[in-house]
């Protein structure tokens, strides 16, 4: 399958979470996705931008950038802020750790992105920003 490519930047707003997310999901649509898979990534995807809206920007309005590549049956998606960024991303991956409990946060972002796609790293340098890349593997229907 040839390559397709897509770029959204946006406001740190949460009413943009669910326009990241169906603009994801509709773009991936060529790759015939399950249902289930279609989940897994507006899931995964939802979760990195809620991420940037919640912790890298707090009480501030930053950019929040989505990019999408298909390349042969792989989404490639990466999730990126220019935010206050994470002092320890080891600590931060780890299941039901939060920064903001006061909030009834979980601690399970980074976990639901880990579990529902086939590829996840996260770089982030305090006062730097975050970038989240995950990958899934779509099947191809054999005719």
Do not use: W
Not at 28 to 40: F, G, I, R, V
Not at 120 to 135: C, E, L, P, R
């Amino acid at each position: 399958m040839s390559k397709n490519y897509l770029k959204l930047q946006f406001y740190s707003l949460p009413q943009n979470q669910a326009f990241a997310r169906d603009a994801v999901a509709a773009f991936c649509l060529e790759l015939n996705p399950s249902l289930s898979a279609l989940s897994d990534v507006k899931t995964a995807v939802s979760e990195a931008v809620t991420n940037c809206t919640v912790h890298a920007y707090r009480e501030e309005r930053g950019i929040v950038t989505v990019e999408c590549e298909i390349e042969d049956n792989v989404l490639h998606i990466k999730v990126s802020d220019t935010g206050k960024g994470i002092p320890d991303v080891e600590k931060a991956v780890q299941p039901f750790f939060t920064t903001l409990p006061s909030d009834e946060r979980s601690g399970m972002g980074f976990t639901i992105m880990q579990t529902f796609m086939d590829e996840f790293s996260v770089d982030s340098k305090s006062g730097g920003g975050t970038v989240v890349y995950m990958a899934k593997k779509f099947e191809t229907e054999v005719a």
